[in-house]
């Protein structure tokens, strides 16, 4: 499964910015995908997640601001970000979890990664 991730730049605080990650994956609807992020020195730490279901999970520090969704028909998954703040900067990874249906949050337990794509926040 190859995963790439888009969308990421420069945005000033408060503003938007869409991510997509789009897989090559047959049976993607079958997936867990989750979005991480590492700021530099900090640990990759979980974003939001979507199940085959379309059930969804957030870290607290982006609820209410965050929305992951999915269209299975083309194989992405999808991260809109709104009201971002400087402390959201970061590089932002997409990745798959294909075997256990549940939105896991640590970061060892997703089987597929994106190359990561760079969210810059300006103050």
């Known amino acids: 499964v190859q995963l790439q991730a888009s969308g990421g730049g420069l945005v ?4 938007s910015l869409r991510l997509s990650c789009v897989a ?4 993607f609807s079958n997936y867990v995908m ?5 700021a530099p020195g900090k640990e990759r730490e979980f974003v939001a997640g979507i ?5 969804t999970r957030y870290a607290d520090s982006v609820k209410g601001r965050f929305t992951i969704s999915r269209d299975n028909a083309k194989n992405t998954v999808y991260l809109q970000m709104s009201s971002l703040k400087p402390e959201d ?3 932002y990874y997409c990745a798959a979890e294909t075997v256990r249906f549940t939105i896991a949050t640590l970061y060892y337990e997703y089987d597929y990664w994106g190359q990561g794509t760079l969210v810059t926040v300006s103050s």
């Open 12 to 15: 000033q605080a408060g503003g």
């Open 89 to 91: 900067t970061a590089v």
């Open 51 to 55: 199940d085959p279901g379309y059930v």
């Open 34 to 38: 989750g979005w991480f992020r590492q």
């Open 24 to 27: 090559s994956a047959r049976t």
